[in-house]
């Protein structure tokens, strides 16, 4: 069974500061996903992640893939306010439909 | 481009009344399709999916059903509602290979 699990699943971090999200999965998959959900909204893909090494930045996140130690990590730099809301990350393999981990809810404080 | 249409967006229904909840999309063929749950702060659950009509994949087992009548529509349904069924109903769309999906607005669901 594929298991995905991000930590920390609650971040509470001031403005202009930098921090990593972790996102650790149990199958061999290259194809990682990340998803950014504001309160009461719809998920909405941030980064897709399809080979060891890769590496993704939109602004101030910076999202990157490490399928030997199954691990992906999400950078944020300088975080501001408009940063807070929960993020995922969801796995896939072949013929499974993605697994999501439970969320890091963020909040950017000034 | 594509877009995907999910409603309604916000639902009270009583215990025990019948449910169905409606996904379409347009701009694609042949999507995949899929219905995830989220409960009050926690993550998402993927309840079925279908990679093609009258193809379903049931991910749970309880008292919600899904079909796909037709290649870019799909249904979430159940003939009586329980309390633990409320939530937040995301649909979401996807190709075949390395594809993101693409979620609807989604509903709310609140069974009192």
């Keep these: ?28 998959s290259d194809r990682l996903y990340w998803y950014r959900q504001d309160p009461g909204k719809s998920l909405e893909s941030l980064f897709v992640l399809l080979s060891n090494g890769a590496v993704k930045q939109e602004g101030r996140l910076m999202a990157s893939l490490d399928t030997k130690a199954r691990l992906s990590t999400l950078h944020i730099t300088a975080a501001v306010h408009d940063l807070s809301a929960t993020y995922f990350c969801a796995v896939d393999d072949l013929n499974t439909p993605l697994v999501f981990g439970k969320g890091t809810r963020l909040s950017v404080i000034a | ?25 347009e701009g694609t063929s042949n999507p995949n399709l899929y219905w995830y749950r989220q409960a009050a702060g926690r993550g998402l659950q993927l309840l079925f999916y279908s990679v093609g009509i009258g193809q379903i994949s ?55």
Excluded at chain 1, 1 to 15: A, D, G, I, R, Y
Excluded at chain 2, 2 to 16: D, F, S
Aim: aromatic residues 10%; glycine residues 6%.
């Design chain 2, 1 to 25: 481009s594509q877009t995907i249409h999910q409603w309604p967006a916000t639902l009270v229904q009583p215990v025990g009344s019948p449910l169905s909840l409606e996904c379409t999309v």
């Design chain 2, 58 to 112: 049931s991910e749970v087992p309880q008292n919600l059903s899904a079909s796909r009548p037709q290649d870019r529509q799909f249904i979430l349904s159940s003939k009586k509602l329980l309390l633990s069924d409320s939530g937040f109903y995301l649909c979401a769309w996807s190709v075949e290979g390395a594809s993101p999906l693409h979620f609807g607005n989604g509903t709310r669901l609140t069974v009192t």
């Design chain 1, 1 to 28: 069974e594929l298991k995905v699990e991000q930590n920390p699943l609650f971040l509470s971090m001031q403005e202009g500061k930098n921090y990593t999200i972790y996102c650790n999965y149990s199958t061999t």
